[in-house]
């Protein structure tokens, strides 16, 4: 469809940054790769977010692995989703062979096998060391996206958050969450939160509790807890490298909403914690977000409102974040709209459902004098995407389908015994390996539930002694009935006698008289 020259040169002018950058591959026209049509994407423009999307099979692990490769040897820490366990091979150079050579030789860009420094995280503990988070750092409309509650329920939420930030109650794992909703439910605290806070429905309160026990049922409760992870730890650098820290899901991966919730958090704690830092020369962390439509299927309004805040503030931080899905009709607009830099792989249109999806991708793509965007992105094969990216000006290059380079690092998992001794001899084994169980909300709760318990039999004793001296003073025992009616007795006939004397006396003064 075009003179291979005009192209190379237009493809190369569109992407020659000035500074340094990642080199994804070269351009494909009419299904020749030309060498000389260079994609390159700035690192300056890293932090201005990205999508990585394509159907199953298409490639997107290993874009995501490439991508990551150069990161760390550029100085810059890297964050990824380890899905199935298969990208801890990144700490192993890979293996040369025919077809790595030839995709080498076609691209002028020679395969030099390589490892790099990797750290393997899992929120469970049982394939990585622990990544955990407190329940207060994860706050009330993430846990309530995890426990499925409805408006309703996560403001009440809110609320019990709200009460333990005041009351100076902290909630680190479930049992200081569980012990507080009970305390201001049908504890002390229900009459005390009455007028400040709004009562709480037994009704609503028994929905959370039965949530949070099916949560913990589940076995995956521990990512709740201390020693809390500290995000200072995913900036790390081993010889000028940066670290690509994996966290590996495979053993929760019937738990999407949990770790996609989670990673949302991880991003959180970030924008809270770094200072703004405006547009660098490379970012100072990448955070790649596998599987990112599971984060935005059936999200509440205040759930996607703050993603959408997240991303697009976090930037100023100097983070770059790529979601990886299967299509950009995964993204809400909201979001999608802020990723400048876009790989996207092959897409298939089976089902009416696909049809339509790429048709509306097809539409977020600017013209191109090269390409029908909808012929190439149902004829990509595995390894290409059609890319288009932010400029060190902003702006964005041309669209151009992108024969990519191979990762240099191994392309599945280490074996066994290797991924335990990157587990053990890892410096964040001894630092996390052990949870803390400090003083919290739970024991605190405990404490105030037996003094108030103290306090009201103490009172009820009162009570009961008030009672019993009242009794007293209007009821007369035996010996005292006896002792008033003798007193009476002795009284009635001591005044008879007197009457006898006072009438003998009399009598004898009369008779005196006459």
Not at 132 to 143: H, K, N, Q, Y
Not at 336 to 363: C, I, M, S, Y
Not at 422 to 436: G, I, R
């Amino acid at each position: 469809m075009g003179d291979q020259s005009k192209f190379a040169e237009k493809i190369a002018a569109s992407y020659n940054p000035k500074g340094p950058f990642i080199f994804l591959g070269a351009g494909l026209l009419d299904g020749e790769v030309v060498a000389q049509a260079k994609v390159n994407l700035a690192l300056k423009m890293m932090n201005r977010h990205g999508l990585i999307a394509g159907a199953t099979g298409t490639g997107k692990t290993r874009t995501l692995q490439l991508i990551a490769e150069q990161l760390s040897d550029a100085g810059v820490p890297v964050f990824l989703l380890d899905v199935k366990g298969d990208l801890s091979g990144l700490d192993q150079p890979g293996e040369s062979n025919p077809a790595l050579v030839e995709r080498g030789e076609a691209l002028e860009w020679p395969f030099v096998p390589s490892g790099f420094p990797v750290e393997l995280f899992s929120l469970t503990g049982k394939v990585g060391n622990p990544m955990r988070l407190t329940v207060e750092d994860f706050g009330p409309v993430m846990l309530g996206r995890i426990l499925d509650l409805n408006d309703t329920q996560t403001g009440v939420l809110a609320a019990v958050f709200k009460y333990a930030e005041d009351t100076q109650l902290p909630l680190v794992d479930f049992a200081d969450l569980k012990k507080l909703l009970t305390y201001l439910t049908d504890g002390p605290g229900a009459e005390e939160i009455k007028d400040s806070y709004g009562r709480i429905s037994g009704s609503t309160s028994g929905t959370m509790l039965r949530k949070l026990v099916a949560l913990e049922q589940q076995d995956v409760s521990d990512i709740f807890g201390e020693r809390e992870f500290d995000i200072n730890d995913l900036f790390g650098r081993v010889d000028g490298k940066g670290v690509i820290s994996l966290l590996n899901i495979s053993d929760i991966q019937d738990q999407p909403i949990l770790f996609s919730t989670f990673l949302l958090s991880l991003l959180a704690q970030l924008f809270k914690s770094l200072p703004e830092v405006g547009d660098l020369d490379k970012p100072k962390l990448v955070f790649f977000f596998e599987e990112a439509h599971l984060l935005f299927k059936d999200a509440p309004k205040a759930f996607l409102t703050q993603v959408e805040q997240i991303v697009r503030l976090i930037r100023s931080k100097g983070v770059g974040v790529f979601f990886c899905t299967q299509a950009p009709t995964d993204i809400p607009e909201s979001v999608l709209g802020q990723l400048g830099n876009r790989v996207q792989h092959a897409l298939r249109a089976f089902t009416p459902n696909d049809a339509e999806a790429l048709r509306k991708t097809v539409k977020t793509y600017p013209r191109s004098d090269f390409y029908e965007i909808d012929r190439v992105l149902t004829s990509l094969g595995t390894g290409q995407a059609l890319i288009t990216v932010l400029n060190d000006k902003g702006i964005p290059t041309e669209v151009v389908a992108t024969h990519l380079i191979p990762p240099r690092a191994v392309m599945g998992p280490v074996d066994a015994q290797r991924y335990s001794q990157l587990v053990n001899a890892s410096p964040f084994y001894t630092k996390y390996h052990e949870a803390v169980d400090r003083r919290s909300a739970a024991e605190i709760l405990d404490e105030k539930m037996q003094a108030h318990a103290a306090e009201t039999a103490k009172a009820q004793v009162e009570k009961q002694n008030t009672k019993t001296i009242g009794r007293r003073s209007t009821r007369q025992t035996p010996l005292e009935a006896a002792q008033k009616a003798a007193t009476t007795t002795l009284a009635r006939e001591g005044t008879k006698l007197l009457a006898k004397l006072a009438n003998g006396l009399l009598a004898a003064m009369f008779r005196r008289k006459r």
